[in-house]
């Protein structure tokens, strides 16, 4: 069951950003300052990743946990309307695969940045854990490895999943 009526869900739903997300512009900012320059929202790519650093042959995503069915604590299903959720998640996970996938075949390397990496953290440690996931992708940068997400554990590399 719902928590909230059905006009404040919409309301809340429609303020769900998929382009310059705060985890998005924050690790953006990092990573110019480190000195990569990249592109935003690639259409030309299969699933436009939020990021593209052609140098280094990369597409960076930033997934929201619900939306992309992570598995975390943040993605489980709603209640209301449970069929149809379930339904729409898997057909998006799906998609997710289908285009990674695509972009492997194409010689892209992948970083998945989850957004249950840094949910729930206080301000002080909100900031040293953006930091920390700037690093890391920096550190996959400067590497030969081809895939990585990065979750709530900080980090998982499955350089096979796709």
Not at 56 to 66: D, S
Not at 83 to 96: A, H, I, S, V
Not at 105 to 121: F, P, Q, S
Request: proline letters at 2%; charged letters at 30%.
């Amino acid at each position: 069951m719902d928590t909230v009526d059905t006009e404040i869900r919409s309301r809340m739903m429609s303020r769900v950003r998929s382009k310059n997300t705060r985890l998005e512009t924050a690790i953006r900012k990092r990573l110019f300052a480190f000195g990569f320059r990249y592109r935003l929202h690639s259409i030309s790519l299969p699933g436009k990743p939020d990021l593209t650093l052609k140098k280094y042959n990369t597409a960076i995503f930033f997934n929201g946990c619900f939306w992309h069915l992570h598995g975390c604590e943040f993605s489980g299903i709603p209640e209301t309307r449970s069929l149809w959720w379930k339904q729409k998640l898997t057909t998006n996970k799906e998609r997710d695969y289908r285009n990674l996938k695509m972009l492997r075949a194409n010689g892209w390397r992948i970083v998945i940045v989850w957004e249950c990496a840094i949910r729930k953290l206080r301000l002080a440690k909100h900031i040293v854990k953006l930091d920390k996931i700037s690093y890391l992708i920096r550190d996959f940068l400067y590497s030969d490895k081809r895939y990585m997400e990065i979750d709530y554990s900080g980090k998982r590399l499955q350089p096979g999943k796709y």
